[in-house]
């Protein structure tokens, strides 16, 4: 498995931009940032759309360096932009075959056309396409020019609610499905939250950091953690898909969490959600509570958030080395419960969403 | 058409195949140009286009005027009419061509350089990331998206090319069949108090000037529905 590395300096409106990051290339990485930080100009210079200074490397291939610069249309990258942006002198087929080799009509052709359900809409122009259809129809283009290298540029910022919903259960599969790494721009969380490997943080044209999402998540020094809707995601696999009372049974290593079912199989990988508003701690495990899910756990770090709010980073003792979660909790029950870093305590679970 | 003389026709054809050949290499040469005017960044490209639309406000006789020295035998366009033992490009098929070329260039080049610009940057960087080079970005996005506008300029620079008068005279004269093209035809006729072939041919002119005008409206209509 290759690396994406990427350094580029150069001038972005009012100040200056300096951002450098590696990513695994592999899985999708998300460029997460408030509006206006860089995150697009970044993705575009990766692309060779925008000539900044600076390096770019993806796995063995070097697009830019010192002394080099690769043309963007010699760059195996497929480009989402935020606006579909499809050539309104072709149809629908005509736009998705445009970067393909030759032409040809390929088995990945049918795959790729199944993938984001276009098989009705081939023969039509684009003209009456929905906002959802059309963007769909920009995926498919930019996926059958065979890229190594996926880059979305806030691909679901221009459609309304409905065609995000729409989707972004297509995004989840094409994650899946295929191999092909992902650069994924967005301001929404929420879109990192259930398409996201990796993460780069990025602010007022630097990046700040960059990790494994969760690591990422779970770092009480990162705004992320601090966040009014602060969460962190985990990967689970189906421990048991019917544990009775419409409940199904997932593992986070050693660790059993019960959420509602959801249609999946024993031993499928699930991406799961606990918002940190949603965890609460206890000394001991209590008998009687409402709540199902209380995990021994240890409290690893723990900060102040804000006059009334205390915000805790959870180890669960049964499974080590994987990720951590948060907890808020009142500033006054840990003084009342006399909680501290290195305590054990239970962490009760009220919420857990599955990501799909 | 009983009864016309031959002439008329004469000037017809003429008029067609003059107005049909100048179109046909305005097209070529004005293409480009807008397309460089459309997407150059360097600073004197507006004043290449001020000189580009220049004929639009000159009257015909001054640009005829500098046409007839530039392609009389003292000009280059007699040094070339020396290649094949001429004296001038003056009085000539050949000579009206380049006058009707210079005369009409601005009304091909304006329709086509406005569909490069309202199409801006984003087809281009689309087809660059889908590994289409420059030229090929050219070819199969460029080109198709700025058919309307390519179409209106053709028309134009058709039509114009058909009602030129003043340049025709200057630089041409009125020899039949070679430069004695319709709008001079008609002038002849009133001067030699030939009515009715005056009055037929300008009625033809009325009817194919509306015609023209009306697909130009309609063609900026479709185009205007395609573009949103």
Not at chain 1, 285 to 309: E, G
């Amino acid at each position: 498995m290759g690396l994406i590395r990427a350094r580029f300096a150069g001038r972005l409106g009012r100040f200056a931009l300096d951002a450098a990051f590696e990513a695994p290339a592999a899985g999708v990485t998300g460029l997460f940032g408030p509006s206006g930080c860089g995150k697009t100009t970044v993705l575009r210079a990766i692309a060779g759309l925008n000539r900044l200074a600076g390096e770019c490397r993806v796995g063995d291939e070097t697009w830019q360096e010192v002394g080099r610069f690769v043309p963007a249309h010699r760059r195996a990258v497929g480009y989402v932009f935020q606006e579909p942006s499809l050539f309104a002198h072709l149809s629908v087929e005509g736009n998705l075959l445009f970067g393909a080799p030759k032409r040809w009509r390929g088995p990945s052709f049918e795959e790729i056309v199944d993938l984001l359900g276009l098989a009705r809409l081939l023969g039509r122009g684009v003209e009456g396409l929905s906002g959802g259809e059309r963007q769909r129809v920009a995926i498919g283009r930019a996926l059958l020019s065979e890229p190594r290298l996926l880059l979305m540029d806030e691909p679901l910022s221009a459609l309304d609610q409905q065609a995000r919903a729409e989707i972004l259960p297509f995004l989840e599969r094409l994650a899946r499905a295929t191999a092909l790494p992902m650069l994924y721009v967005t301001h929404d969380m929420r879109e990192i939250e259930r398409l996201a490997d990796h993460l780069v943080l990025m602010q007022a044209g630097r990046v700040v950091a960059s990790g494994p999402l969760a690591d990422m998540q779970s770092d009480p020094d990162l705004p992320l953690a601090a966040a009014r809707e602060a969460a962190v995601t985990l990967s689970a696999r189906v421990a048991a898909a019917d544990a009775g009372d419409g409940l199904m049974a997932l593992a986070v290593g050693g660790a059993r969490l019960l959420a509602p079912r959801v249609l999946a199989r024993e031993g499928d990988a699930l991406r799961l959600r606990i918002a940190a508003g949603d965890v609460s701690l206890a000394l001991s495990r209590p008998a009687d509570s409402t709540i199902v899910n209380s995990l021994p756990a240890s409290i690893r770090s723990a900060r102040v958030l804000n006059d009334s709010d205390m915000l805790a980073v959870l180890a669960l003792d049964e499974a080590p080395g994987e990720a951590r979660i948060l907890a808020r909790v009142t500033r006054r029950s840990w003084r009342e419960l006399g909680l501290s870093e290195g305590r054990a305590v239970h962490a009760q679970v009220k919420g857990v969403s599955l990501q799909g | 058409m009983q009864g016309l003389s031959p002439d008329v026709w004469i000037a017809v054809r003429l008029t067609l195949e003059l107005a049909l050949l100048t179109t046909a290499l305005l097209l070529l040469l004005g293409t480009p140009l807008a397309w460089w005017l459309a997407r150059s960044r360097v600073r004197w490209k507006e004043g290449v286009a001020a000189v580009v639309a220049m004929p639009l406000v000159l009257p015909p006789t001054v640009l005829g005027f500098y046409l007839l020295i530039a392609l009389g035998p003292d000009g280059p366009g007699g040094a070339i009419a020396g290649l094949w033992g001429a004296r001038t490009l003056a009085f000539s098929f050949a000579g009206l061509v380049i006058g009707s070329i210079v005369y009409s260039l601005p009304f091909v080049v304006q329709p086509i350089r406005n569909a490069f610009e309202a199409m801006g940057e984003r087809p281009l960087e689309v087809a660059a990331t889908l590994r289409a080079s420059p030229a090929q970005a050219f070819w199969r996005v460029a080109l198709p998206l700025a058919r309307p506008g390519l179409i209106t300029g053709a028309v134009l620079g058709f039509a114009h090319t058909v009602g030129e008068f003043g340049v025709v005279l200057m630089i041409g004269g009125a020899v039949p069949g070679k430069t004695k093209v319709l709008s001079v035809a008609i002038y002849d006729y009133v001067e030699t108090s030939r009515w009715r072939e005056a009055g037929l041919l300008s009625a033809g002119m009325v009817v194919f000037s509306f015609v023209v005008i009306l697909a130009t409206i309609l063609l900026g209509r479709r185009a205007a529905r395609a573009g949103s």
